[in-house]
């Protein structure tokens, strides 16, 4: 059985398992807002080692990422099934939900939820400003 290793955890695999399912089921967060379509490109990961133990790239896979990981070492998770035991840094997803986490509902533990926090914004200066009249260009003869 595969073995994917994640920041120091190792994941026991079935033969072939898709990489993002895998990685959810065992408490990942990764980011995603296709659901592993394969067209929002969010679910990249960076592939530590093991790149030979991983399908091929799929055309939509290309498509999104390029031809280039060679350098990036980056795939997409969901397009990736796993043959081999392979290292996975999921560490931009992790920050990816750490600063999305302000547009997250806060509620307390009682259940409600907060009320809004009014913020005061300083005074304009110089009032409102009417629009200017539309003049049409002069023609250049
Ligand atoms: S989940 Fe959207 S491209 Fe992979």
Do not use: W
Request: glycine share 8%.
């Amino acid at each position: 059985m595969p073995i994917i290793k994640v920041e120091d955890k190792n994941i026991e695999i079935e033969d072939g398992a898709n990489l993002r399912t895998s990685l959810i089921s065992n408490g990942y967060q990764i980011t995603s807002t296709c659901g592993g379509c394969a067209s929002c490109g969010l679910c990249v990961v960076a592939i530590k080692s093991g790149d030979e133990n991983l399908s091929e790239f799929t055309f939509e896979e290309k498509q999104i990422l390029g031809n280039v990981f060679h350098i990036t070492k980056e795939r997409l998770s969901c397009q990736t099934f796993v043959n081999g035991d392979i290292e996975v840094d999921v560490s931009m997803h992790q920050q990816k939900s750490n600063s999305n986490s302000k547009n997250k509902t806060i509620r307390r533990k009682s259940g409600e939820i907060p009320e809004k926090v009014a913020v005061e914004r300083p005074p304009k200066e110089g009032g409102f400003r009417r629009p200017r009249a539309f003049k049409p260009e002069k023609e250049n003869k």
